[in-house]
């Protein structure tokens, strides 16, 4: 039986966490409200056929799923006609709520499995977004070259780094040196050990109060 019809959402949850959402950007243009007001509809929709998000957690899509991804934006926010790869995207976390964001970012997100990039192209076109491409590819195969690369839950900072080294362009334009700004959660020590002369890394329980957030954090690693 589908899950989403065995557990439907709640949807006075789901319109809670947008309202709350929409409390830390109070800046978005109604054009960004009607695109970030539609993700649930469509994520519940691809989720249901193809999981790109827990299924038990699709009621928690905006604070767990969009407001984690705008995370990244308390460490950086892009600079206009700046370039921006998300390595692993699965169905466009962190890369379609950022690009909703930053409408004169280009990004481009890339994952290794191809009917969860459909999801992402799928949500991009619904919505009408203009500045994401996607690549359906291991993101040791993408050649290109970005301002920064972003990435959560992927895989551990070692070997994000050993990947996203390849894509940092030299040429700089944004407030901090290029490099890749990911999301992680719980225990991190250890894996910014290697990297703690560099590495900066920002709680995001100091930007947003609800408890999903107390172990959430940003680490930026210049490249
Ligand atoms: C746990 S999911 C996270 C997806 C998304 N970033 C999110 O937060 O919802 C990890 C994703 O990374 C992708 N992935 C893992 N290794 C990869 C690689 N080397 N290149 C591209 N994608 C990769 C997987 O296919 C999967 O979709």
Known sequence: MDNNIANPPNLSIVNCQLTILKGYFPELTDEQKVQIDALFDLYS???????????????????????????????????????????????GFPGIPLAILHPEVQFHLVDSIGKKIKVGQAVAEAIGLKNVTFRHCRAEEEKQLFDFVVSRAVMPLADLVKIARKNIKKEQQNALPNGLICLKGGELQHEILPFRKQAVSLSLSDHFKEEFFQTKKVVYVPL
């Open 45 to 91: 929709d691809w989720n249901s056929k193809i999981n790109v998000i827990s299924r038990k957690d699709i009621e928690n899509l905006y604070l767990h799923h969009v407001l984690h991804s705008l995370g990244i934006l308390k460490m950086l926010k892009f600079k206009k006609g700046s370039t921006v790869m998300d390595i692993g995207t699965g169905g």
